[in-house]
């Protein structure tokens, strides 16, 4: 619509046309425009609704983190990653495809991927530079805009849990440390050991980078760069549209890797990793966490749904491809109309999708490669 009366402006400018001849001009540019449109991640991933399509009555992204590299993951790891994905989103689209909620899809999404070693969140999360693990979610629904998050849990087994009690069953937005435990003792939610979260290949990450820190702040009065690389980041997340058009988006993690000082990233940051509105779009980001509060990405998406005119994946495809920097990350949505975007400027990102219509995929690298 945009492009027919701007050219409508210019031509009435011009003096008199035929109408059809201006007709046909308008749509030979329209299939111009779209085939040049540039695709900001990996464009089979991509989809938007076409106008001619069913609409779809549910949908479903997930990811497992965007901080994975072909050099740190194995080939013959890879099939373990893609089945535990598979297994979540199998959990989300039989709550979906049952008339379940998307809250709900969110949520038990979400707590496989926490129970999952594989993934940094829950029982796999990173190392923070004491040797411990402190974890972080936020879920958000998208009809009330009502949120819940947690930060800097040590003792909790299932932080989205929490989370959404939060949101359900407190005053408060956002609880962290201490008081956050408090809450939990209250809700009466699973509590585990220190050593429950203790993950060999983890531990192993952490002390090479805390060496590799150590020895670049000893040689040098800078402070050490922003982290980077595989190991370093990961988290989980999951965002779905239900039959009753409903929106919700949900996101955990166990940080980056030698964390300090009580450092929190955008995960439970509503706005910056996690955000749904049902006017627009829900979603889950993962990446450099300071990057992403910085840029308040997830609102961003949707804003420039709401007041810029973007469709999901122009909007998604923006602030990963324009906004943030290569290699910061990337991030799953939901349109309202079904619409799924996966984009990521790093080298791989855990995901998967699925709808009504029968799509159900899973892939770690650009391209479905
Ligand atoms: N964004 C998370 C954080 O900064 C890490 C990640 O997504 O991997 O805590």
């Known amino acids: 619509m945009k492009l027919f009366s701007s050219m409508k402006r210019i031509f009435s400018r011009l003096g008199p046309f035929p109408e059809h001849l201006f007709s046909i001009l308008v749509v030979g540019v329209g299939c111009l425009v779209a085939c040049e449109a540039p695709s900001g991640g990996p464009a089979e991933e991509a989809t938007e609704a076409s106008p001619a399509a069913p609409p779809v009555e549910w949908a479903l992204a997930i990811h497992g983190g965007a901080g994975v590299t072909r050099a740190g993951v194995a080939a013959e790891t890879e099939p373990a990653y893609e089945k535990s994905l598979q297994g979540a989103l199998e959990e989300g689209k039989k709550i979906l495809q049952g008339d379940g909620t998307s809250l709900d899809a969110v949520e038990a999404v979400v707590r496989l991927l926490e129970d999952d070693p594989l993934f940094n969140a829950g029982r796999g999360a990173v190392f923070t530079n004491a040797g411990t693990n402190e974890l972080d979610a936020a879920v958000m629904d998208g009809e009330s805009l009502s949120c819940g998050a947690v930060s800097g849990l040590k003792t909790v087994k299932n932080p989205i849990t929490l989370a959404r009690h939060v949101m359900e069953r407190s005053r408060h937005v956002f609880l962290v440390g201490d008081g956050a435990e408090r809450f939990a003792d209250e809700m009466a939610v699973d509590r585990v050991p220190a050593d429950y979260f203790f993950v060999q290949r983890r531990h192993d990450r952490w002390r090479q980078v805390l060496e590799a820190e150590e020895e670049k702040t000893a040689s040098s009065a800078a402070p ?146």
């Open 224 to 369: 050490p760069a922003l982290p980077t690389g595989q190991g370093r980041y990961g988290t989980v997340g999951a965002v779905a549209l239900d039959r009753h058009g409903n929106l919700a988006a949900a996101t955990s993690t166990g940080g980056m890797t030698n964390k300090r000082f009580g450092r929190v990233g955008d995960v439970p940051v509503i706005g910056a990793g996690t955000y749904a509105n049902n006017a627009t779009c829900a979603v889950s980001c993962t990446g450099i966490g300071e990057q992403f509060i910085r840029h308040t990405v997830a609102s961003d998406v949707s804003a420039r749904m709401e007041h810029g005119g973007r469709s999901l994946s122009e909007a998604a495809g923006e602030v990963i491809g324009e906004v943030l920097n290569p290699g910061d990350g990337g991030l799953i949505a939901v349109g309202k109309d079904g619409s799924i975007s996966i984009e990521f400027n790093t080298e791989g990102m855990f995901h998967g999708s699925a709808d009504s219509s029968g799509r159900f995929q899973v892939g770690i690298w650009a391209h479905g490669d």
